[in-house]
């Protein structure tokens, strides 16, 4: 059974920092697509910020260029950086992995952001 734990969430203040990792039980070498997803209560779950296995990153437009992901392959991780953090940046923040084309997505369990001063 394929596991993914996240780690990294808190509280934090307006314009502060905070990284977030997902760490799997299983080698991300050959992903097909990894990825950081976020969801407010009584809102649906929207994607973050999406890693291919080829290593294109694609942001969502709220983004504004204030979020990096990255991957370390030998930690089997996946990472979200995220600066210049603001209020509407508050959610429960989940990572997704799909192994291959044809496989099933694998979700962690989420870790809450809560920016706030």
């Known amino acids: 059974q394929v596991q993914l734990v996240e780690s990294g969430g808190g509280l934090v203040q307006p314009g502060g920092s905070l990284r977030l990792s997902c760490t799997a039980s299983l080698s991300i070498s050959n992903v097909y697509y990894m990825g950081w997803y976020r969801q407010v209560s009584g809102e649906q779950r929207r994607s973050v910020a999406v890693l291919s296995g080829g290593g294109r990153a694609d942001y969502a437009d709220f983004v504004e260029g204030r979020f990096n992901i990255s991957r370390d392959n030998a930690k089997n991780t996946v990472d979200l950086q995220m600066s210049d953090l603001k209020p509407e940046d508050t959610a429960v923040y989940y990572c997704?992995?799909?192994?291959?084309?044809?496989?099933?997505?694998?979700w962690g369990q989420g870790t809450q952001v809560i920016v706030s001063s």
């Open positions: 997704k992995i799909r192994f291959s084309s044809l496989g099933r997505d694998y």
